[in-house]
């Protein structure tokens, strides 16, 4: 008995099939995980890039969480509505505006070299307690409210100290705050992917 033959190409088709196939799905997956395309699930999903850094669909969340808790006198539109979900999605879309400017700002006080001491982040933590006439169990319960212990909150408290710096970095240089800040912007990369 003969062994069966393929057809002239027939094998050399095949093996191009399946390399095609390997190439779509390791694309697919490269581009889910850049974020370029949302993944099935969701979770590690990009919200935007900003010069080269991602917001996380899960960052914008956990800020829609934090802005529903801190407007708890003034809970948020119902969801379950049409205009509950569209004032709610407008919500969302500030949100995460916020977060992009924030993010430019962040990264243009980096490039700058300019970085909070540790003395700086502990004396404005402790000017924050004295501002708000916290005693140490206060400042702890305030913390537990906003879903934040010391250490996300000295990481907030950095991130502000950041931006003044680079505030004050644009006044040195003889520009408004208002046109340093839109000349950041306007020379940032951003790509916004959540629609």
Request: aromatic share 4%; net charge positive; with cysteine.
């Amino acid at each position: 008995m003969e062994p069966r033959r393929c057809p002239p190409g027939g094998g050399t088709k095949i093996y191009a099939l399946i390399i095609l196939l390997l190439v779509i799905v390791l694309g697919a997956a490269l581009l889910m995980t850049t974020g370029l395309i949302p993944t099935p699930m969701g979770s590690g999903a990009t919200a935007a890039i900003v010069n080269g850094e991602k917001i996380s669909v899960a960052e914008v969340d956990q800020k829609m969480e934090t802005y529903k808790k801190l407007h708890g006198n003034n809970p948020p539109p119902d969801s379950s509505s049409p205009e509950g979900k569209a004032s709610l999605a407008t919500i969302r879309k500030q949100v995460l505006q916020a977060m992009i400017r924030e993010r430019i700002l962040i990264t243009e006080a980096k490039k700058e070299g300019l970085t909070p001491s540790p003395q700086e982040i502990a004396d404005k933590i402790k000017s924050i307690k004295t501002g708000m006439n916290f005693s140490e169990k206060d400042f702890e319960d305030f913390l537990k409210r906003h879903s934040m212990d010391l250490a996300a909150f000295e990481k907030r408290v950095e991130r502000d100290l950041l931006i003044s710096k680079l505030v004050a970095r644009g006044k040195e240089k003889g520009l408004t705050q208002e046109a340093w800040v839109q000349g950041l912007m306007a020379r940032a990369k951003v790509e916004i992917l959540e629609k």
